[in-house]
């Protein structure tokens, strides 16, 4: 898992240790091989008892939590949803044993929700209506994933409706209670790219990569090719993408949708 704090969008790759007292996050600075002293240092440490919120993101891919005292904030990127729920489940039956109610400062648990006060409800409401029910629950696709452009991989967030493929770089910083000058204006979102699920051209997934998957994207109006190279951390997320678009594009073309298994992936 990589860890986002509060006041800086950069994520580092990191471990959290809990033990009777404390929460430790360590940075992860090296490969992970030899002593553990050679690739890890301590990051940030906060008393179990100073934990005030826990916030699950969006489908259950990353746990963002709060410190009373410090009022330090963190997000743990997971990227992977059973990951996640099993993690979330384990922390919270830690801190719920280890800090009695009688001395806990522990004011919430709670999802986040994708309604009309989250910045990426835009993207979503693709055609709003003005008579639409506020507590209309959208169909969509969210997956915290990374580009590969050059063998580099970058961070991104990969967000789809019925039609649509959002490419976004998400700034994962995370507070629960925000001061009124803290408070943003209105959200920039933030999207590197979109296209149609129409323009999908063909998908490449990899036998020897099989947290991979590459969509390949033609626009006929303006001739132009783009490719993602996707990696997840988890089998899960690729078959998601995968069966996501594949619906979509079959009925406007009423043909299946090219999905090529290669060795390797260009």
């Not at 770089?169 to 699920?197: F, L, N, R, S, Y």
């Not at 994207?217 to 089998?235: G, I």
Request: charged fraction near 20%.
């Amino acid at each position: 898992a990589s860890t986002v704090k509060y006041g800086s969008p950069q994520e580092y790759p990191s471990l959290l240790i809990m033990s009777n007292f404390n929460v430790y996050i360590l940075e992860i600075t090296g490969p992970l091989s030899g002593q553990p002293a050679n690739w890890l240092r301590k990051w940030e440490v906060h008393p179990i008892l100073d934990l005030v919120h826990l916030q699950v993101g969006l489908r259950t891919q990353s746990i963002s939590m709060e410190f009373d005292g410090s009022g330090a904030s963190y997000t743990l990127l997971i990227r992977n949803p059973s990951k996640c729920k099993n993690f979330m489940q384990f922390f919270t039956d830690m801190v719920r044993e280890l800090t009695p109610r009688s001395i806990s400062k522990l004011e919430s648990i709670c999802f986040t929700r994708m309604d009309p006060h989250h910045k990426l409800w835009p993207l979503i409401c693709e055609h709003p209506s003005a008579d639409s029910p506020e507590d209309l629950r959208p169909t969509y696709l969210y997956v915290l994933a990374f580009l590969l452009q050059d063998g580099v991989p970058s961070p991104v967030s990969v967000l789809a409706t019925s039609s649509t493929v959002h490419l976004l770089e998400e700034d994962h910083q995370w507070k629960k209670v925000m001061t009124e000058m803290d408070e943003p204006g209105p959200c920039e979102i933030p999207t590197k790219e979109t296209q149609a699920i129409s323009n999908i051209s063909s998908v490449n997934l990899c036998h020897s990569a099989p947290h991979d998957v590459q969509l390949r994207f033609y626009q006929e109006v303006s001739r132009t090719e783009s490719t993602w190279h996707l990696q997840m951390e988890c089998a899960e997320l690729v078959k998601a993408v995968v069966e996501w678009v594949q619906e979509p594009w079959k009925d406007m073309f009423g043909i299946p949708l090219k999905i090529t298994l290669h060795q390797t992936l260009d």
